[in-house]
């Protein structure tokens, strides 16, 4: 018998078994409707991926997308009565990441705005769940079924700060390469590609693309996050190697935050970007 790590936050508190129940209910009423989940998923405003993951019970089902499921699917008010517990269980559920994980996590999920640079893969909130099982399938030392589970949860889980009312604003600059390296193969890449433009679609996200071509740089010291916390100053968020920092020194942060607003000004706009990420996938 394989031995059982302790209860995440979301176990202890049994936010996992009612999500899990809400799930199973909205999965039996869509195939009873006789809807995929990409059909429903375009009905709600909601990815299939993003479907897919409330209907196993890793991802909470909002409030928004039960009001209009229980219309579309027409389940008579049984969607729309679990909401008062939804909306409880999401107030008491705590941040399921680690440790050292939860001040950033938990900073995030009340931020007003959201700034991120990435230069080697794409960002935790801008990825697909098939993205994000290989990223951590093939991370070394090599994590077990269980973990890579639960660590692809958790992530998802963090996607829906983008769901928020009101919604922070969000941008992002990445790096030409991070279009162009291909994790967990063809299919996982064109889909994670597919995935950006549609993430890039919402009226409070801006995805811009620093090209490889450019000959200058502003920063070669790698990925990093800018947030504001609604409480809070902005702070900044690096981390190396499974090493975290959480950087809240006025002076450091605005450094960062002068060579963020450069790359701005010199990757593509964000309509120049949707081209380029349909180009690219043209030619997979």
């Known amino acids: ?25 909205l999965r039996l009423l869509r195939e009873r409707k006789g809807l995929t989940q990409k059909e429903f998923g375009a009905l ?9 993951a409330v209907e196993r019970g890793v991802r909470t089902p909002q409030p928004d997308l039960l009001e209009k499921a229980d219309e579309i699917l027409d389940a008579g008010g049984l969607l729309k009565e679990v909401i008062p517990e939804v909306q409880a269980a999401m107030t008491k559920a705590r941040t399921r990441h680690p440790e050292w994980y939860r001040d950033y996590a938990g900073l995030e ?17 801008l990825q697909s769940e098939d993205y994000a099982r290989a ?3 093939k991370r070394r030392p090599f994590l077990d079924e269980e973990t890579i589970e639960r660590r692809v949860a958790d992530r998802l889980s963090r996607q829906q700060v983008f769901e928020r009312r009101p919604a922070p604003i969000v941008s992002y600059v990445l790096e030409e390469v991070v279009l162009d390296r291909p994790i967990g193969g063809r299919r996982v890449h064109v889909n994670q590609l597919r995935h950006l433009l549609q993430v890039g679609s919402m009226q409070n996200v801006e995805i811009q693309i620093l090209p490889t071509s450019l000959e200058e740089h502003p920063n070669m010291d790698g990925a990093f996050n800018l947030l504001t916390h609604k409480r809070h100053g902005q702070v900044a968020y690096t981390e190396v190697q499974g090493y975290p920092r959480l950087t809240t020194d006025s002076e450091e942060v605005r450094k960062i935050a002068d060579r963020y ?15 380029l990420i349909e180009n690219k996938l043209e030619e997979l």
């Open 1 to 25: 018998m394989s031995k059982r790590g302790p209860e995440t936050p979301a176990e202890a508190d049994g936010t996992t078994g009612l999500f899990t129940a809400v799930g199973k209910m």
């Open 44 to 52: 709600v405003g909601y990815g299939p991926d993003a479907i897919s």
């Open 109 to 125: 999920a009340e931020a007003v705005e959201l700034h991120f640079y990435a230069n080697h893969g794409v960002p935790g909130l």
């Open 135 to 137: 990223v951590f399938a």
């Open 261 to 275: 607003g450069i790359m701005r000004a010199m990757a593509l706009s964000p309509s120049e970007t949707r081209k």
